[in-house]
């Protein structure tokens, strides 16, 4: 039995983390929230509310309090959502780092895993250097770790966010056409891809296979049987 956190369980990733490990019968999961929000399933998801603002909370990630062999981290906001720069950074980086850094200490061996951004490797803009800090974050941990590296997300917000939507509709047919070009390999590392796609590859990666330093996922990886 493998215990399983996961942060971000609200979100159109994490909301498919959560669908996906319900299935599974050789995981406990606990799901952290902001506020109580029904995710309980007994036996194998338990809903924690978990205070993300105070660095005390993050003391038992890993511990005998609330074990974890593995911790998916899907949080993250908009600048527009967060209101600033700096709140944002304090989320999409000062989040997942705090939980990377307390279970790396509580228990070296466990797995992070990061839902980060393609272009991440090669940070252009605010929002790609945030996921670039984190990533390098985890990596200096010195824990094993797997970074998915997604495009454009395709889902069901309950949210409005006017530019995915318009993207969302836009790019299909953009790649549709780069396809008949030829450039099919190529456009895959950029091609919007369902939440729910990310969420299985993730837990494929984390769950099923033995980490052992640095795991990505971008592009082609997402589909890998
Ligand atoms: N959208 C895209 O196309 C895209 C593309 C590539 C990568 N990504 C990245 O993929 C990750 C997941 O994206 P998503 O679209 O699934 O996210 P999402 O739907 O916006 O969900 C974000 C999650 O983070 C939580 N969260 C937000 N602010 C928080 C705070 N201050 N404290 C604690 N939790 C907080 C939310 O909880 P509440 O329900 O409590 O708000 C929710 O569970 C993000 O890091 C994003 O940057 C997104």
């Known amino acids: 039995m493998q215990h399983v956190i996961v942060a971000g369980s609200t979100g159109l990733v994490g909301s498919e983390l959560i669908r996906q490990l319900k299935e599974r019968s050789d995981v406990r999961v606990t799901a952290l929230v902001r ?22 909370a993050y003391a038992e990630i890993g511990t005998e309090a609330m074990p974890c062999d593995i911790l998916l981290c899907a949080v993250g906001t908009t600048i527009r959502k967060a209101g600033s720069r700096a709140a944002f950074d304090a989320i999409d980086r000062g989040i997942p780092l705090r939980l990377a850094a307390a279970l790396a200490s509580n228990n070296p061996k466990a797995v992070f ?75 895959n590392r950029f091609r919007p891809i369902a939440a729910a ?16 330093g640095r795991v990505v996922i971008e592009g082609e990886d997402f589909y890998k049987p």
């Open 35 to 56: 506020r109580p929000c029904g995710l309980s399933r007994p036996p194998s998801v338990t809903e924690k509310t978990f205070d993300f603002g105070s660095e005390s």
């Open 113 to 187: 895993g990061f839902v980060s951004s393609i272009g991440a490797d090669r940070p252009r803009g605010f929002y790609l250097q945030t996921k670039a800090a984190v990533e390098a974050g985890i990596a200096a941990l010195g824990m094993p770790h797997v970074l998915a590296r997604p495009s454009l997300l395709m889902g069901e917000r309950s949210e409005s966010r006017p530019m995915e939507e318009v993207m969302s509709h836009v790019l299909p047919s953009v790649f549709s056409l780069g396809d008949q070009l030829g450039l099919k390999r190529v456009l």
């Open 197 to 212: 796609q990310v969420a299985h590859a993730l837990l494929h990666e984390t769950l099923n296979r033995d980490v052992r």
